[in-house]
């Protein structure tokens, strides 16, 4: 079933070479906003089984559909039809000496394999924001979203059909069978982006075993380092929001470093602050003598993406065991400098080998919306074709094409 | 040994982030030329030894060194070093509404692998172009080259050390042992970009079996498709240059693709000229209608790197069969049509899915330097991060920096 669903994917990536493609995304609106009752229907259903199989409530929610979330899934389709056309951009212009005029293009990658997690909306926005670049997307959901993936998708195919498209440019591989993530994973030449998007251990697995292309997003393991010269107010506050504001995402603060000078102005604030926000701190016994609510820390608990209300606490001596740290312990995803001192803030930002690096900002901004992309398909962690946020320029390649008189070499 | 290598290579990655790179370029290339001596007459041991073992005559050249190469290589340091920093580039700016200022700036990699073969020029071509790139470079020749690479590498150090700088910025992995190179396929983390050089072989091993970052590079099976309306004495140009001007090289023809209705007019001078040029033609019955020196294509000539005086000739009904053969056959390096007619030609350069497309211009043109790169350090062939002529740009990554007061979600 996958060999024909990629030689389908193939055939419809080249119809959209010619596509309107805005006028496609226009008709999938209408066919999903057709097809809403259908579509929360088979939400009800998977979810349903997800409660009955004693689901953790946080991905029961991630799962779950509603009138409002729909709604705002429906809405951010128009966001994507208002944003400027990634492809025929020329990113390079000259002409060679001999007269040839040589351009470098933004085209499409061809096919674009998505495979993720529980969300339904990652169908919604990864089909629109995969058709607007030009691609067509195979879409392999978890198998505890089935019946609501196939309910969108088969909106989403009806709506392209409606504009004139061909329908495989989005297609879902409609099983749980794990031979047909196998063979994506090396469906080279088949393929041309793969995109994991879900929990460590499925990007993990991805990255691990993947022979085509892949673009590795978001594990987060983020710190925020208070130096000896930060704002101790603005540090704070930077530190519940990083933690607490919305703790299961990967922008979140899982890591605390101190610096040594500071830490008994500091801590004792940050420890109340964050008991009344109902957060568990694990600290080393340095940090510990400031902080009486806090149980050991493990080793085990620096370099953990907690995704929940815990927090690990190190007092570090200066700058250079903080970046040590850092450099140890960090998933180069988003890290933050609470500091006045301008020679500390620079050696942060440089030294610092992560795709977002902050001063005196919260990790939380590290995303598509925030960046000014329009859109998110997903946070690279890697750092090869895109590094932090990937909006549509993040998931266009490029092509030079020359146009000559004859010239040889 | 390998840990220990790319250990050193991380901490030496950190020392370049404030480096004079250009400083110890110019140190390494007075270094180079001390050594020079020593580092011709160590190529002459794997010269001789290359002979003992009956190398063929392409690859021995390819191996050998003598004073005119070896200046060469010294003076294209030179141009290295005239080249405009690639690291600190602004690539985007921005103030966000609640006032950060977010910056998207060029940063290096870190680590670089390069897993090659026989060119010891390619040795320092790699070395100068990483650092100039602010990255380490593990370097890991191949066996027939370990005298000259020793040689090269150690001048390289020496240089880097007289600058002040860590020599262990660039190390050469100095064994044949086929384990190190599984391990540094396998350097999560450790290795942050690995380029293969080489023959198809080594290409695909390195492809086929890296869990580190990889940026295929080389393979061209590249055509040239003559359609009805071209001019015939330019296609003939195109087929001369593509296929005998440098034969062994991977951005050479491989492949002449006719249309039926000018097959006629142009195979038999074609034919001519390709013969009297000591081309071996091998071509499909329609094609052998008028070329009478031509032997049977067999099905494995379409797609076939020749990289010898050897080119596959087949009679096409159309532009459709032609871009069919393109894309069943092509290796995505570089394509060309010889063509006056504007719609012809403009469906091609869109409905190619190849790194260069040329309308009218030798595929010989696919390089670095005719791309004013100003430097090469390989041709991508594959759509991720970098796509055709790669150079200083196309070895550093980025990375966000927001400057803020105090921002939070």
Request: net charge negative; proline share 4%; aromatic share 4%.
């Amino acid at each position: 079933m996958i060999e024909q669903i990629l030689k389908n994917a193939r055939c419809a990536s080249r119809s959209l070479l010619r596509a309107d493609r805005n006028a496609w995304l226009r008709a999938i609106e209408s066919a999903l906003r057709d097809a809403t009752g259908a579509i929360l229907a088979a939400n009800a259903v998977d979810v349903t089984r997800a409660q009955a199989l004693a689901t953790a409530a946080p991905l029961l929610d991630r799962l779950t559909l509603n009138s409002t979330r729909w709604e705002a899934i429906l809405a951010s389709i128009d966001d994507v039809i208002a944003l400027p056309d990634p492809l025929g951009r020329v990113l390079q212009e000259r002409t060679h000496a001999n007269g040839m005029r040589m351009r470098k293009l933004s085209v499409p990658f061809g096919v674009i394999g998505m495979i993720y997690e529980s969300r339904p909306n990652v169908t919604v926005d990864a089909a629109v924001l995969g058709l607007k670049a030009g691609s067509a997307m195979v879409l392999r959901g978890s198998s505890s979203a089935l019946s609501s993936n196939r309910a969108i998708v088969t909106a989403l195919r009806l709506g392209i059909a409606q504009a004139g498209g061909d329908p495989n440019a989005v297609q879902l591989v409609d099983s749980d069978d794990r031979a047909d993530v196998t063979a994506m994973l090396n469906a080279r030449g088949e393929i041309d982006l793969l995109i994991p998007r879900g929990g460590a251990k499925l990007i993990a697995h991805v990255v691990e075993n993947a022979r085509v292309p892949v673009i590795e997003t978001g594990t987060g393991v983020c710190h925020l380092y208070v130096h000896a010269s930060a704002d101790l107010e603005q540090a704070l506050a930077l530190l519940l929001n990083g933690k607490v504001q919305r703790p299961g995402v990967c922008n979140s603060l899982e890591t605390l470093l101190v610096d040594q000078a500071i830490a008994p102005d500091f801590l004792p604030k940050a420890g109340d602050a964050l008991t009344l926000a109902g957060v568990e701190i694990r600290a080393d016994a340095e940090a510990r003598k400031w902080l009486p609510n806090a149980t050991p820390a493990q080793p085990a608990d620096f370099g953990r993406e907690f995704l929940d209300l815990i927090v690990a606490v190190r007092v570090v001596a200066n700058l250079d065991q903080a970046l040590a740290h850092i450099q140890a312990h960090s998933t180069q995803h988003s890290e933050v400098i609470a500091a006045r001192d301008a020679v500390a803030i620079e050696r942060f930002c440089t030294e610092v080998d992560a795709a977002c690096v902050y001063a005196n900002a919260s990790s939380r901004f590290s995303d598509g919306f925030e960046f000014g992309l329009g859109a998110e398909i997903g946070i690279s962690t890697q750092k090869m074709h895109a590094r932090g946020p990937m909006g549509l320029a993040e998931i266009v390649t490029s092509k030079y094409v020359i146009d000559g008189s004859g010239q040889v070499r």
